[in-house]
């Protein structure tokens, strides 16, 4: 589910390392005679009096090159730090999948990403949460109600409901460039959304997660912040929220992604 404050994600994404990579080098050596002759193109060759082989020799820090067949890697080069929270596309996921993939969206950027919307929340004293109070209490209430809040939307939006609808839970880039395109796939792929057969279908896993999500956090507020008003704000708000993550996600993680 992408409805845990996005503009947390910006602020999450800095206590990641950027990898460093250096450039592949390669060496070669000749020798005459019986010992081996490496080529500066990688290869060992083995001359003798009886035969000659040829064997591949690993050049230190450059990548082997895939199997002929076989589908390409994928991109090392995602974009620094924000490209880390790009996810890999290739293939469809098991329920299996789903469900460690909504263990690992509930702890990381689950985690900071609700502990930072909750310091957030506390400084503007927002209505949806005022009657959580202030001080050191108040901020504890606020991260536990919006990592619980989250935690309800991955496990119900991300891995049961699209297990069950057979949908994939996680965001795919626009593939044609310009920015009115990118921002507009961003903003439909609330509603819609790839199945795990690759047809484009509307996003029910994911909208009756946020919905879920949002009833469970408005049963454990006050009874007086459990008016159908405020259920509909925060409902708005999620759903806001995920657009929101989506833009991020089409401009910040998937920037280099192959445009047409």
Do not use: C
């Amino acid at each position: 589910m992408k409805n845990w404050r996005p503009a947390a994600v910006l602020a999450s994404g800095l206590f990641l390392a950027m990898p460093n990579r250096l450039p592949a080098q390669e060496f070669g050596t000749e020798a005459s005679g019986p010992e081996a002759r490496i080529a500066p193109s990688g290869q060992s060759v083995f001359a003798g009096p009886a035969a000659s082989v040829t064997a591949p020799v690993p050049t230190s820090g450059a990548p082997a090159a895939p199997a002929a067949g076989s589908l390409p890697a994928w991109p090392q080069d995602t974009g620094g730090i924000f490209g880390k929270f790009r996810e890999d596309l290739s293939k469809p996921l098991t329920p299996r999948q789903k469900f460690t993939r909504a263990i690992r969206q509930a702890l990381f950027p689950g985690i900071l990403g609700t502990a930072a919307a909750a310091g957030i929340g506390m400084a503007a004293d927002t209505r949806l949460d005022r009657d959580y109070g202030m001080g050191g209490m108040g901020f504890v209430r606020r991260w536990g109600s919006a990592f619980g809040e989250n935690a309800v939307g991955v496990f119900v939006g991300d891995f049961a409901f699209a297990s069950a609808f057979h949908q994939d839970p996680r965001y795919h880039p626009g593939k044609k460039k310009g920015f009115g395109h990118r921002l507009g796939h961003a903003l439909a792929a609330v509603v819609v959304t790839p199945s795990d057969s690759g047809s484009n279908e509307f996003n029910s896993s994911h909208i009756l997660g946020i919905a879920a999500a949002t009833g469970a956090s408005t049963a454990w507020h006050h009874q007086s912040d459990r008016t159908a008003r405020l259920f509909g704000e925060r409902l708005g708000y999620e759903i806001g929220s995920s657009a929101l993550y989506n833009a991020i996600s089409e401009f910040l993680f998937y920037r280099k992604e192959p445009r047409n």
